[in-house]
């Protein structure tokens, strides 16, 4: 009875080790690390003449001694060296005319600097015959549909909505082409006035803007 007893109570002390014992388990713990998120760019640079690609070019187009009768060509080569790709480009124009004659002459010389050639890539922008068709800034109504458009008529006009865009990381370049004329049939009181017009090239990413 006695050895019985002693047994017992020796496997009630075992389980009660086990029951009170901890035990050891492996893991193993990995991360994914370096993940960035970041927004990519749509940057446009432009080209001339003279000029590499840069943010902005001056004097593509310059003739400080137009007689009547003289023209005047340049172009502006856009491209886009950001990671995006865009949708599509606007143009807008600005003129500032200076007037060296006489205080009381008030001809403008930009009503006879004539527009004579200009496209945007494969685009002939002189030949767009329907209204509306680069958001509601139609160059022949500009022009009062006579055909001869100068650049007083461009000044605060913005050619909207041209899909043949400068392709992401440089390449493809999209050109801008430009001819003006002085009118041969101006008048001397034009002599010595000059207009200087800057050219804004917008580079959009949504159909939408």
């Known amino acids: 009875m006695k050895k019985i007893l002693g047994l017992t109570i020796a496997i009630v002390l075992i389980i009660g080790a086990v029951a009170g014992a901890t035990w050891a388990y492996f893991s193993d713990t990995e991360a994914s690390s370096d993940n960035v998120f970041a927004a990519g760019t749509l940057t446009l640079q432009l080209s001339d003449n003279d ?9 593509s187009w310059s003739n400080t001694n137009m007689a009547p009768g003289d023209d005047c060509s340049g172009w502006v080569d856009l491209k886009n060296v950001g990671s995006l790709a865009a949708d599509h480009v606007e143009i807008s124009f600005a003129n500032t005319v200076t007037n ?10 930009s ?7 200009m496209s945007y890539g494969t685009t002939d922008l002189l030949a767009q015959t329907t209204p509306g068709t680069f958001d509601n800034t139609y160059i022949e109504a500009a022009s009062g549909g006579d055909g001869a458009l100068t650049l007083n008529e461009l000044n605060g006009i913005t050619i909207d909505d041209l899909t043949e865009v400068p392709g992401a990381n440089g390449a493809p370049v999209v050109r801008f082409a430009m001819t003006v004329e002085l009118d041969s049939a101006t008048g001397d009181g034009n002599q010595g ?3 200087t017009t800057v050219i804004t090239f917008t580079l959009n990413q949504d159909v939408s803007q």
């Open 111 to 117: 009503d006879s600097m004539k527009v004579t050639a």
């Open 100 to 109: 060296n004659v006489t205080a009381g002459d008030d001809t403008d010389i």
């Open 51 to 59: 000029e590499p690609y840069q943010d902005g070019v001056t004097a």
């Open 193 to 195: 006035d000059s207009v």
